[in-house]
């Protein structure tokens, strides 16, 4: 960076393996050592097994930690497993409170007592406060060190305390007014810090109306509050209103990232911490769940068709082409159901859009729904000179194509009533209403009126 | 917020709807102008067409221009076309010159002309820069209004400075410092500032070694930039290294939230602009082009299957089961091309660890393949007593779950190389492995071994 040349993540993977594999472990170890924590990270979660293994025992004893903090948990757990106690306090005791927090909470039990009675008293109180926080509230993810001001003093005096002072914690933005009880009051930024003049006061120049966070605030809401008002930091607050820390911009962009790659991976049924070069049997167990909850699908979908084998027998063109429907069910549903898990991650829905919602996609259903079973129609009745299946395999797309907008609406609504994530639950149940209703919707008209249809048609 | 009480998104929502029906405007508009732009944005996106025109009425002028920056491309384009050029003028004019560049990006060229040549020469020419890059790279993302200093004062004259210019653009951690030519050489935090002696000189505070980024740096390498290091802004240069403007975390939060949407959307087949209250003739247009190309797909794998209506003829049992082989290996291979989908967009995998991923994901496939053999195997016999069909469905599923890890990883490697998303084409493609596998695996394996093995199991 700045000047110097740098390379992109491609390239620096293909010089870590390059340089393992020609055993030019030193100049890995410069390579690894110039690079930033997170950019180690990276490049140790892109790696294979017994490369990142050799890759994390040339890194810096005081980048350890940092490097660590950065990780997925998978990753993470793996290389920690084969540290022993002393080395990983050793690698923890320069981070930060909430990175130091969300990285015990991984950890066995004993090792966390350990770790918490190496510390000093101050620092392991700071660390006990925010272990106290769930993880995915704001209290768990502030950061407890935090510049503090008197409201009764002038800028000259702050300025002098700071000098005095020195260096600030990183994303310090703004510096935060409390009274002698702690009760937080407003913030002071620092550019209003630089710009107003040195006898001004306090109480004039601070923000009054700066928005503090509740401890027990959900994550997402944080990062929503961030994202809407482009803040940098923000002040944690507990129910009577003492301030307990802040929160930076530097966590929210993790949890932003975070919540992405979650409904992305809940979709696909992978965990979103699955690791590109993860163990085999972790995996294995973790994909087959997926898998085997798709196979009851698949079998429920076999059970009807399997009502009507005397259908399918008198019609062998059947079997041909039934699978069209829920095939075209399953990805009209899955765009609703997507539209939909966005909308409710992102709070887009609530009670008093569904009605709209719902209205629309089952209005955008019936349309695509005609223009496909006419389509359909005329590629059985000219291409394959079978009208009677076209007219049943026409009709039965447009009820699927109705019934998948039904069910990508109501169903991740449901399971978000049962508290159940619906990124997670929803395809698997999707398709399994779009393949019934599909192959039920084809072979159900069929049996009942293929005979009819061959006499009109005859 | 502060202290006073906050509502949830949904409950904004539904006081919205309801102060529409109920026909209190100007309850509606007192409560649009309490909140922050990007909340009232979210709003518009969460409302029905008709709600979200009434709405958008109420807000007040100079909130505007705030409010369409905040908006997806879909929705602003929807309220601007009916405002007249004077009136988005004056709506643009308070935006930053990032915003207004991007903005402007999005209209016709006739507005884009009237709205520069109405703007003062130094605002026109700032936004004309902006204007020159592509919005896809760091100069498209930059802001120019910059706050700079030179290296040869001290501490205390540049403090000075600052207290005479008065408030600093939103953003700005830090001071860049440049010499007469513009040309970058580092930056001064503020908190360094804050915490210097007066009589320091910034030559020997400054930080020489600070990332600059390349105006043409894609803009996902910068948000990469941006998280791994943990920025809150960063100066932007040309390639002689003069300065252009600064990149701030607010605008990298949106390229990181937009590029995850992307991935989520694309996947499905959505644009990722599509709106929840997208008005339908263009929403059916989007979708119908997903679902015809699955048609496509479909009908492909109905002519595998119309090559063995015989087959099916003589053992109808192949008709029931057969859906489970595509349906299983579509799963599996949907779980590689997420995996390998996101490591792209993270930039995870290059040429050097291609091999290692595909043969970890083909020994995943295996055991996998050979668990879910075993399974339907085990089903088929036990169950429906058809031990022939079981060794067939087993056989097929094993050679399909190898094919899908498989085309899971080499699809999308190959569509990146051809320079197409692998988020959007991947999973159609993908499916259309998966099917033709599993159908032509099941069916020709039962018409060339059925006869056989009903002799062998007689």
Chains 1, 2 share one sequence.
Do not use: C
Request: hydrophobic share 45%; charged share 25%; no cysteine.
């Amino acid at each position: 960076m700045g000047n110097q040349e740098h390379l992109s993540k491609e390239d620096r993977l293909a010089s870590l393996s390059g340089a393992i594999e020609s055993g030019s472990l030193f100049r890995l170890q410069r390579m690894l050592n110039a690079l930033h924590p997170a950019e180690i990270a990276h490049l140790l979660e892109s790696s294979p097994l017994e490369q990142r293994k050799i890759a994390w025992e040339l890194i810096k004893r005081e980048n350890e930690g940092l490097v660590l903090i950065e990780l997925n948990d998978d990753v993470r757990s793996q290389l920690t497993e084969e540290m022993d106690t002393g080395d990983l306090i050793e690698a923890l005791k320069d981070l930060d409170t909430d990175d130091m927090a969300d990285f015990l909470q991984g950890l066995p039990d004993t090792v966390i007592q350990e770790t918490l009675s190496a510390m000093g008293r101050q620092e392991r109180e700071r660390v006990e406060v925010v272990l106290g926080y769930d993880e995915d509230t704001a209290g768990g993810l502030m950061d407890t060190e935090v510049v503090t001001i008197r409201s009764d003093v002038t800028v000259e005096v702050v300025l002098r305390y700071l000098r005095m002072r020195g260096d600030l914690p990183s994303h310090t933005d703004r510096v935060i007014v409390v009274d002698s009880y702690d009760k937080y009051l407003g913030v002071v930024s620092l550019s209003k810090l630089l710009t107003s003049q040195p006898d001004d006061s306090i109480l004039f120049i601070m923000d009054h109306e700066y928005s503090a966070i509740h401890a027990d605030t959900d994550k997402n809401e944080v990062a929503a509050l961030f994202e809407d008002r482009d803040l940098i930091s923000a002040p944690v607050i507990n129910e009577v209103g003492k301030l307990l820390g802040r929160i930076t911009i530097d966590d929210v962009v993790d949890v932003i990232r975070d919540e992405a790659e979650h409904s992305i991976k809940s979709m696909a049924g992978l965990n979103e911490e699955d690791d590109l070069f993860a163990p085999i049997l972790p995996s294995v167990k973790r994909r087959a769940v997926w898998l085997g909850t798709n196979l009851i699908t698949a079998f429920m979908a076999a059970a009807v068709i399997s009502q009507f084998t005397e259908t399918i027998e008198s019609a062998v063109a059947l079997a041909v082409l039934m699978g069209i429907v829920p095939s075209m069910g399953g990805i009209a549903g899955s765009q609703t159901l997507t539209m939909v898990i966005r909308g409710i991650a992102l709070g887009q829905i609530g009670k008093s859009n569904t009605h709209s919602l719902l209205r629309k996609e089952l209005l955008l259903g019936l349309i695509n729904g005609v223009i496909w079973a006419v389509v359909v129609f005329a590629i059985s009745a000219i291409a394959l000179k079978d009208i009677e299946i076209g007219i049943l395999i026409g009709v039965a797309m447009l009820l699927n194509l109705l019934a998948a907008p039904l069910s990508g609406v109501l169903l991740p609504l449901t399971l978000r009533k049962m508290n159940i994530d619906p990124a997670l639950a929803g395809s698997v149940l999707l398709t399994t209403v779009t393949d019934i209703v599909g192959y039920a919707g084809v072979l159900g008209l069929a049996s009942l009126l293929l005979p009819y249809l061959r006499q009109i048609f005859a």
